[in-house]
T-cell receptor, first 115, second 111 residues
């Protein structure tokens, strides 16, 4: 069964450094998302991406964050200057299209640890 | 701000019993509802979706939706130890396409 793949599985970074998290969505999916989950808290929406542009973003997704689809397969989340509070699991998801009845399928996540 | 409330856990049930999970949501325009299962340290895994009022059954899982009451539930029949996980309720609206997750209910199935 097709799946969303994320790399790396664990990223350790010094505070203030830039980090790029990578995702390969399911190949025929058109709508992409990033969510994060701070340890012990609920899964939170960050951003959705469709047709090579951001569709929606949350309050969390400030100027330190950016997303990009650099080629036909990868979807990346960049954090420009990491803070301690960015430590979390980051999940990429994709769905077939933007209809509300289309389920979102999640990757295994990247655990980001900021030191 | 969309609010999604789930019954507080943890919920402990004996093997073979029914686990009942509840979820209420504040956004009246929510159209679709998803239940995800999340094992500790893992990603959310889709187990059920429901779009219309009433019941939907898939194997040992039954989802129930009542849009008038803004309520959705999940029943797990014949609970197995492998069902021990946190179950996340996630509505999605018709105007946006982001999932709004509840905090989850942790289920422990006792062998």
């Amino acid at each position: 069964e097709p799946e969303v793949t994320q790399t790396p599985s664990h990223q350790v970074t010094q505070m203030g450094q830039e980090v790029i998290l990578r995702c390969v969505p399911i190949s025929n999916h058109l709508y992409f998302y990033w969510y994060r989950q701070i340890l012990g808290q609920k899964v939170e929406f960050l951003v959705s991406f469709y047709n090579n542009e951001i569709s929606e973003k949350s309050e969390i997704f400030d100027d330190q964050f950016s997303v990009e689809r650099p080629d036909g397969s990868n979807f990346t989340l960049k954090i420009r200057s990491t803070k301690l509070e960015d430590s979390a699991m980051y999940f990429c998801a994709s769905s077939l299209d933007r209809a509300s009845n289309q389920p979102q399928h999640f990757g295994d996540g990247t655990r980001l640890s900021i030191l | 701000q969309k609010e999604v409330e789930q019954n507080s856990g943890p919920l402990s049930v004996p093997e073979g019993a029914i686990a009942s999970l509840n979820c209420t949501y504040s956004d009246r325009v929510s159209q679709s509802f998803f239940w995800y299962r999340q094992y500790s340290g893992k990603s959310p895994e889709l187990i059920m979706s429901i779009y219309s009022n009433g019941d939907k059954e898939d194997g040992r899982f039954t989802a129930q939706l009542n849009k008038a009451s803004q309520y959705v539930s999940l029943l797990i029949r014949d609970s197995q130890p492998s069902d021990s996980a946190t179950y996340l309720c996630a509505p999605i609206g018709s105007n946006d396409y982001k999932l709004s997750f509840g905090a989850g209910t942790t289920v422990t199935v006792r062998a």
